[in-house]
């Protein structure tokens, strides 16, 4: 069983930045890939970007790539989504959510979902 709950959502300005952090219940954080995912408002939930278990890998999506950046401390059961450059395409839900072993954009394959987060972004 592991619990996510998503902070840092909020107001962003357009060409802005904004860090959301993601805590994990339970000693096993370190044994799940931890993914980003974002729903905008009228739009079915997209992949951002994941990371592997020990933070050694990767990847994201087009749409955000060069501009977010995932990041996790294993010591403090978290996982963080820097987004830089803001657009306000950016604006919706964030979710982190969990998997084992495998390093995937398919959100059917995550286990565990955090409530999601508020970002919205102006121009």
């Known amino acids: 069983q592991v619990r996510l709950a998503e902070s840092g959502g909020g107001l962003g300005q357009a060409g802005g930045s904004l860090t959301l952090s993601c805590v994990a219940s339970?000693?096993?954080?370190?044994?799940?890939?931890m993914g980003w995912f974002r729903q905008a408002p009228g739009k079915n939930r997209e992949f951002v970007g994941v990371?592997?278990?020990?933070?050694?890998?990767?990847d994201y999506a087009d749409s955000v790539k060069g501009r977010f950046t995932i990041s996790r401390d294993n010591t403090k059961n978290t996982v963080y989504l820097q987004m830089n450059s803001l657009k306000p395409e950016d604006t919706g839900v964030y979710y982190c959510?969990?998997?084992?072993?495998?390093?995937?954009?398919?959100?059917?394959?995550?286990?565990?979902w955090g409530q999601g987060t508020q970002v919205t972004v102006s121009s």
């Open positions: 339970g000693r096993t954080f370190s044994s799940y890939a």
């Open positions: 959510a969990a998997e084992r072993t495998l390093l995937t954009r398919d959100q059917n394959r995550y286990d565990y």
């Open positions: 990371i592997s278990t020990s933070g050694g890998r990767v």
